[in-house]
């Protein structure tokens, strides 16, 4: 009997491999019975409940911006040198006696 409820109990709970893992075979040849054997592995067993964080590193993608675009604007009065604008490609073409530099 107490062999029995032992085992609804595992099976009910899903601890069926966890209870034969503890059990062993006994006896005569003819007739050889199982006996549960004190284990720690017939207990319960929980699994997580969330997922585990990974790890974290530092990762780049928080520097300064670069600063591009115009640097003067209409009407402001520029000398001989001054930069107008900064960009990564060409989107806007210099004009008449205006020359196009890179730094």
Known sequence: E???DQVRRA???GQMAALLGGLVALGSAAG???LPIPTFS???VRFASKKSGGSTRNRG???TGKRYGFKKIDGQFVHAGNILATQRVIRWHPGA???MGCN
């Open 2 to 4: 107490y062999m029995g």
């Open 11 to 13: 099976a009910r709970e």
């Open 32 to 34: 050889r019975q199982l």
């Open 42 to 44: 017939a207990t319960v």
């Open 61 to 63: 993608g928080n520097r």
């Open 97 to 99: 006696h205006v020359g």
